[in-house]
């Protein structure tokens, strides 16, 4: 069959941009098809891992398995544990999608956490006699500010100084969780100094609880809230078109008349914000006190938890959810099946590796792009 390639350039050119990349490389579409639900994949791949390493113990799998899904939603308080340990994740990893929508990589999430649940103590015990409705917002919002002020520094360093944002935010977690450490052992420990601890906080500021006889508290409301914000400021907002445009690159958006530097510092300063946010719910609706230790890493997770959301709100609170399953049902998959809990922790780490690499295969044209640029 003879082809007429001057005729088929024509067509093409005459088409939209999207169109001609449509019509030249209609193979990459099974392949864009594949990277889309790459997440998937990778937790599929994962606990498929772990069903092959529960066998090589001698144990059984399905057992195992059962055991965890009944333990992250068996019942009603399964599932109010579950839905408690996904929302700071799902707070935390709003934060660190903010943030990598502009092309910043905030790995500060825990520091800005714990920035954060400090503040919302410091109000918290204090301001006794104020009504809840009040209490409780304003705790929130000193939460939100403290996690804004620990993720603005580096934003601005970066911003006006050059400064890596991953050293600075990564250097950021150790100073601000030492000096929770120091205040919980000094000025802030209970007066009975047993353990490193304050006292409990104000009735007045503790969340309420949604589900009876469960954990449950009104945090994940926070959190659903805070997920469709985010979606609105980012699609719908200018705020979030500057943001993206910074992301998807800065020289361009600077030509463009965006002052890059400003969007940098405030992308930076909301997704501490909301890392901040993910500790003030962990204080009023978890441990109603600032321990040293109140944090099992929910700031690192929410990392992954935002790569492996595919960077959107509505996949973040899917991600929380699992890596909240995975965490709520370990213990019942450890009584019902004997299976250790270490194992739940490599099927996570598995996730993260998988996640990751699939991330930087899905940003690969783009750095490429850049380059050549």
Known sequence: MMFDQDKIMDQVEQQPLAA???????HLAPLRLFLAFMPLWATAFALAVGAVLIRLIGLNPIEAYQGLWDG?????????????????????????????????????????????????????????????????????????????????????????????????????????INAVNWLVRGPL?????????????????????????????????VALAAAFIVHMILWRTTLGFQVRAVGAGPSAAHYAGIN???????????????????????????????????????????????????????????????????????SMMQRTAQVPVTLVYIIQGLVVLLVVGTYVIQQLPKWSRRRRQ
């Open 260 to 330: 890059v530097a400003r969007s940098i510092i405030l992308t930076m300063a909301i997704s501490g914000g909301l890392a901040g946010l993910a500790g003030t719910n962990e204080i009023l609706g978890v441990q109603h006190r600032l321990r040293d230790t109140f944090s099992p890493g929910y700031g690192y997770d929410g990392i992954v938890v935002a790569l492996l959301g595919q960077l959107q709100p509505a996949g973040v609170i899917l991600a929380s959810l699992f890596f909240g399953s995975l965490r709520s049902g370990a």
């Open 72 to 176: 992250a939603f068996g019942n009603a308080n399964a599932i109010g544990v579950t839905l408690m340990q996904a929302t700071p994740l799902t707070l935390a990893g709003l934060g660190v999608l903010f943030a990598f929508r502009a092309g910043l990589w905030n790995i500060g999430a825990e520091g800005q956490l714990y920035a954060g649940a400090t503040a919302a103590t410091l109000i918290a015990l204090n301001f006794p006699g104020l009504p809840s409705f009040v209490h409780i917002p304003l705790a929130m919002l000193a939460g939100f500010i403290a996690g804004a002020i620990w993720a603005g520094i580096p934003g601005y360093l970066k911003a006006r100084r050059g400064v890596n944002e991953i050293i600075s935010t990564l250097m950021l977690n150790y100073v601000a």
């Open 20 to 26: 001609q990349r449509r019509a030249m490389v209609p």
């Open 189 to 221: 420990q209970e007066p009975q100094r047993y353990f490193p601890q304050t006292i409990p906080i104000q009735r007045s500021a503790e969340l309420p609880i949604l589900l009876p006889d469960s954990q449950l508290h009104a945090g994940i409301i």
